[in-house]
């Protein structure tokens, strides 16, 4: 899972983004052949997504198959919660586990 929230798009719109997606390709291809199970971005800007198309074509369409991309939470929300026991979903996801990042609000754990 990739929350994409707060993402600055300027960063994707370098060269050296496209050679950190085509190193990151090529090496869980020689390396790590079918070890992701699925790759889910949450909270995507329409960059990440113009991003991935741009980039998609270095994976295999296995791999490409496995990913999915999602704008809002109420696009995503649901996907995890069916995927994800709710015990083990942090808060800030939708579960009922321990929020990832405790805000001034949130009581300590």
């Not at 997606?21 to 790759?39: F, N, S, T, V």
């Not at 015990?87 to 800030?92: G, K, Q, R, V, Y």
């Not at 009922?96 to 949130?106: D, V």
């Amino acid at each position: 899972i990739m929350d994409t929230e707060g993402l600055d798009p300027n960063n994707l719109r370098t060269k050296g983004a496209f050679d950190w997606a085509r190193g990151i390709a090529k090496i869980d291809q020689e390396h790590y052949p079918d070890r992701m199970g699925q790759l889910l971005i949450l909270n995507a800007p329409s960059c990440v997504y113009y991003f991935y198309k741009s980039v998609s074509w270095l994976l295999p369409e296995k791999a490409r198959s496995r990913v999915r991309i999602f704008g809002g939470r109420d696009t995503w929300e649901p996907v995890l919660r069916e995927l994800i026991e709710p015990s083990e979903l942090p808060s800030d996801y939708g579960g009922s586990g321990p929020a990832l990042m405790p805000t001034e609000k949130s009581p300590p754990q």
